[in-house]
Structures are given as C-alpha cells and as structure tokens.
C-alpha cells in the first residue's frame, strides 16, 4: 500500500475527528476507496474503536438504480425518511465519508425532481450526521482524475499533497482573514461586470477550515443574515451536482432571495435545487478559499472551493456554528456551492476597506 494512504488515514483519525478509545465509527465509502478504508480499519482498531463501512452516501450506482426505479415514467415519489439508516447515526460518534468514484456522472440519468424528493427525506440523516464529529475527503480514484483532465499517478500527487500538509500552519494563515471577517457588518464582492453583491455578516462567526471537516481545508466561512443578500453573482467556474456539470450559473437577488437565475448548461437541474425548499432560494454560506497548495481546478468542490484565488458560495443549510445565537439561520434540505474565480477584476470589500485585490490579501503583501 502506498505509505501516504497511511498517513491520509492517520491525518484523519488524529487531526480531523480526534478519534477516541471506545467511539462507534461509520466509514461511508465507494469500493474503489478500498485501501484507505482498510487503513482506517487499522488505525481505528489500533485506538479500540469499532468501525462498520456503508457505500450508502457515496455507492452511486445503487442510488441510481434505487431512485429510477421509485421514480417510475412520471410520478415523484413520495419517499420516507428510512428509520433504519437514521438509527445507524444517532448511534454513531464519528462519521467519515470518503469520496471516490468509478464514474462521476453515474446519477445523471436520475430524474431531478426525483433526486430533490430524495433528498428532502435524508435530510434528518444529514442533520443527525452534522452533529457528530465528521470528516468528509477524497480517496483519488482514475475516475477523479479522469474528470480533473489529470493522470492517475498526477492526480495521487495532487490529492495527497493537499491532505498530508501541516495543518497548524494553514490556520495560523487563514487566521488573518478570520479577525477580519468576525467584528464585519457588511462584505462586497466584485468580480468582472456581472458579479456585485452585498451581504450582512454581522454577529455571525466565521469558521477557520484548516483540515477538520474537510479534508484538504483550506477556507473561511460563514453564513450571511438570509435577507441581506442584494445584487447579482455570475459563478464562472462550473460544477458537478446529481452527476451534470451545471455552468456559468448566474443568480440575482433581492432581499436575500434569488429572484432571478440561469446556467449556460442544465439549467433545469438549478431550477430543481432552487426549487427544493424555500430556504434553498436563500444563500447559507459565504466562503473564502485560501489553500495556495491546491492550484488548478479539478471539477471537485472539495478541493476547488479552497483555491487561493477564489469565493463561493451555498444556496440552503447554513451550517449551525456559522450562525450567531440571536441571528436566523437559513434553513434547507440542500448546500450546493458554487465558486466565482477573483483572481482577475475583482475585490472584496469589508466595512469599505478592500482586503483583496485580483486574488491578493492585505495581509499577504502589507497591501491591496
């Protein structure tokens, strides 16, 4: 086995969810991520711990099967919250979910509105599973590769040189921008001609990412007040959701809400996130990325939402720790993020000042 899916695993265990002696452990898993699993099997059982390995979240072809066959020719199914899987996490302490994949468009024939009704009934599974100690990374399958135009070998490099770095450093780094962020009322992102959009931050704390949860991190994050969002975003890098690259999403809003949106490609699957729920029109996370380590864009939110030279942004859940105690928490069966590359024509705003300039911090270079 290649040492660094040992040290991947260990980074894991150690760094992302502090495993502990005792701790019930959910390893969510594609086959194809077999040797890290096998690896976390061995540091888990080293710490007395006690796994069992699902392919519920991330085994595609089965979900695709299961959905077209409830979805039928017509009607969208009316699914149940399934007990049983619930059960699983409310009696788990750790959940680690690793992405891999033998095709990345397996779901792309899955009905969206049928995909939207599924995911309204796990939504008490993703709660459940939000409130334990989680981690959620990328295991670098060909198929990976072969989406982020990479070779095999190529994408390992990449992957593992993201995961297996020294993590304190990149918070003591992605601190700069937290004390910017966390006494901030208002941010102002602009980027080209048809991104410039306004939001409130104020009295919700921004979260340093650097490896816990996410695994590479490499971000800060927040969530903006639900109705304070006004002006317009053009996301111009794309992204994969329910196996469709969706592109150049554009989204107006008006007192917080898309009232206004449009893809250059599958626009039908955007209009069926939007039209999930009511918060699902609303944004519940601003992201900054800040991991220099990850440079090209690999069609992978995970690691390019943590790009250097980047913002996104999620339409849905507000995440609970980015949300003030007095403050409204947006509230959604979906997060999907989006990424708007402000490496060229743009700035970020905070309370009037810039702090970043065509993908610069303040802080990287004394100025802007």
């Not at 095709?103 to 009905?111: A, I, R």
């Not at 959620?136 to 992957?159: D, I, K, R």
């Not at 975003?233 to 989204?251: A, C, K, N, S, W």
């Amino acid at each position: 086995m290649d040492p660094r899916i040992r040290e991947h695993a260990e980074v894991i265990v150690n760094h992302s969810v502090d495993l502990e002696e005792g701790d019930n452990v959910v390893v969510d898993a594609h086959p194809v991520a077999e040797d890290l699993v096998v690896a976390l099997h061995e540091v888990i059982g080293d710490r007395g711990a006690n796994p069992v390995t699902t392919s519920q979240r991330t085994g595609k072809r089965q979900q695709r099967a299961y959905l077209r066959a409830a979805g039928g020719e017509d009607d969208v199914p009316d699914f149940e919250t399934p007990e049983h899987e619930l059960a699983l996490i409310q009696n788990t302490d750790v959940y680690i979910a690793i992405r891999a994949s033998d095709n990345v468009t397996q779901t792309s024939d899955v009905d969206p509105q049928t995909s939207a009704a599924y995911n309204q009934a796990q939504r008490p599974i993703l709660e459940e599973r939000l409130s334990k100690r989680w981690c959620l990374t990328q295991f670098p399958a060909p198929a990976n590769a072969q989406l982020a135009e990479m070779s095999t070998e190529g994408y390992e490099n990449f992957v593992w040189d993201a995961v297996n770095k020294d993590w304190e450093a990149q918070r003591d780094h992605q601190a700069n921008m937290v004390e910017i962020l966390d006494p901030a009322d208002e941010i102002r992102i602009v980027s080209g001609d048809t991104t410039d959009v306004t939001m409130s931050l104020s009295g919700n704390p921004t979260i340093n990412d650097h490896g816990e949860h996410n695994l590479p991190g490499g971000e800060v994050f927040t969530a903006p007040q639900p109705d304070s969002v006004e002006g317009e975003v053009l996301f111009d890098m794309p992204l994969y959701h329910q196996g469709r690259e969706i592109t150049d999403v554009y989204l107006e809003f008006e007192g917080g809400e898309v009232v206004s949106h449009s893809a250059a490609k599958n626009e039908d699957v955007l209009t069926e996130v939007l039209n999930t729920d009511e918060g699902a029109r609303r944004l519940g996370e601003l992201g900054i990325g800040m991991n220099r380590d990850i440079d090209r864009f690999t069609y992978n939110m995970l690691f390019d939402e943590k790009m250097g030279d980047t913002v996104h942004m999620a339409v849905g859940r507000a995440y609970d720790d980015t949300v003030g105690e007095d403050n409204e928490q947006n509230d959604s069966a979906v997060h999907v993020d989006m990424i708007v590359d402000m490496s060229e024509d743009s700035f970020i705003e905070v309370d009037g000042e810039r702090v970043q300039e065509d993908g610069t911090f303040v802080f990287e270079d004394g100025e802007v």
